[in-house]
């Protein structure tokens, strides 16, 4: 099982990236969520520029939030600073649609953005249309201006049977978000494999929070909903945006909901929702909302146990399928960056072959 690193594109990020690459991990990705933090294509361009190994992720863009044209010439434009190192997970964007009050796209839609961006950053001649008028484009200034000869690992982001058949058809693998069900990872690749043309390798991957604790430390005290509680709350405010979802929770988290939507101020069917529920999104949570991160959440969405327990667990997901976790460190990123490589490090040398989840390129 290999390891990455996710953050939010802010300034600094290129010295994560430096400190990941230095640590051994094997991707290092940056959210693509324009109301909420830096952008992605500035933020991977500077990583870049300090870095030779480490792959170089974005999680996720959308066919509602880039035209095609401009998010294939960002692509292309950064895999000519990182040849062969780019990594775009393309989804409906639900969080980055939602944080402007608007819907997701359809999967058909997801499906028609990830062919074009997948043909245009190869260098081929694809079908763009803007109303009416439909005409062939390609991308004209290759070479040193943008690379279209070293592949690009595409993604579609699946919590769905439907995303994953899209995954399928376009040939790329998965990344899904919180989602450590084996039962459901095992699902998506069914789907993908049904759907496929022809057998493909492609990888997996899960963003996620993950946080040790020893023996006789509290699963659920302040230090662990520290930790974790970043990826609880984007649960919570999904259910907040979606009161179909959340009636499908259950009662105590149901309960989080309305107290979350009471906290922001706001309500389920106010028009301006999302401008109270966003804020601070996918950073650390504020010590008054540890009480909304509740244990059956903490358990589901992220990884926190003991060693032994993180390596059971781990061991499962990679049974499913995955290939590669990636962590969303909050609280001091260098320093559980430095702490997550020698956990993986540890559970790499207990294990034969290279199933222990080690942090290596």
Known sequence: MRTGIVVTAQPGVEELAMRAEELGFSSFWVYDTPMLHGDPFVALALCAKVTSRIKLGIGVTSPALRSTPAAASGLASLNALAPGRIICGVGTGN???????????????????????????????????????VRDIRLLHTGRHANTVDSIEFLVAATGLKAAAVAGRRGTGIISFGLLNPTAWHALDHARRQAANTPNDVESYVM????????????????????????????????AESPAFAEGLGTEERDAVRRLLDRRGTTTVAPDRHIALYPNYLGRIAPEDRDLILPPLIDALTLVGTRDDLLTRIAALEQAGINEIV????????????????????FHSTRPGDAGGAAKG
């Open 208 to 239: 996620t929070a993950l946080h040790l604790i020893d023996e006789d430390e509290d699963r659920y005290g302040d230090a662990v909903r520290d930790a974790t509680g970043h990826i609880v709350m984007s649960l919570l405010t999904f259910a």
């Open 95 to 133: 969080t980055a649609r939602r944080t402007l009050g608007q819907r997701p796209s359809t999967i058909a839609e997801l499906e028609t953005f990830t062919a074009a961006l997948q043909d245009l950053c190869a260098g081929r001649t694809v079908e763009y249309r803007e109303g009416d008028l």
């Open 327 to 346: 962590v969303h460190p909050v609280i001091d990123p260098p320093t559980e960056m430095a702490d997550l490589a020698k956990l993986a490090g540890d």
